[in-house]
C-alpha cells in the first residue's frame, strides 16, 4: 500500500496563491506518476495536474498557466503552486499515485490521500 499525505490548504482571497504539498511513503515506486484531482460541491472529479517521474507535466486547460506542479525528493513528494485563484478553485483537492500507464490510459489511480480543502472567497 501507498499513503499520501497532503498539507496546505486553507483560505484565500481571490488573486491569492497557495502551495499544496504531498508526501507518498509505504509501497511507493519513484517511477510512480503523480497528480492532483480536486472536486467542487455538486461537480465531478476532475484532473488538475499531473508530473511523471521524469519531470513532464499535464494540466487541466482551466489552470494551465496558473497552477505549477513539481516533484522533489526522490520523486515522493508533490508540490502544487496555485496562482491567481479564483472562487471556482475552490473544492477539495486530492493528491495520488500510481504507475504512468494508469494515467495514460485515462483509468483511475489507486492510491489517494485524504484530500485537502481549497477556498476561495473575500
Known amino acids: 500500500q501507498v499513503q499520501l499525505a497532503e498539507s496546505g490548504g486553507g483560505l484565500v482571497q481571490p488573486g491569492g496563491s497557495l502551495k499544496l504539498s504531498c508526501v507518498a511513503s509505504g509501497d511507493f515506486y519513484g517511477i510512480y506518476t503523480m497528480g492532483w484531482f480536486r472536486q467542487a460541491p455538486g461537480k465531478q472529479r476532475e484532473l488538475v495536474a499531473t508530473?511523471?517521474?521524469?519531470?513532464?507535466?499535464d494540466y487541466a486547460s482551466v489552470v494551465r498557466g496558473r497552477f505549477t506542479i513539481s516533484r522533489m525528493n526522490a520523486g515522493n513528494t508533490v508540490y502544487l503552486q496555485m496562482n491567481s485563484l479564483t472562487p471556482e478553485d475552490t473544492a477539495i483537492y486530492y493528491c495520488?499515485?500510481?504507475?504512468?500507464?494508469?494515467?495514460?490510459?485515462?483509468?483511475?489511480?489507486?492510491?489517494w490521500g485524504q484530500g485537502i480543502q481549497v477556498t476561495v472567497s473575500a
Open positions: 508530473i511523471t517521474s521524469g519531470g513532464n507535466t
Open positions: 495520488n499515485t500510481d504507475q504512468p500507464i494508469t494515467y495514460v490510459s485515462g483509468g483511475s489511480p489507486r492510491y
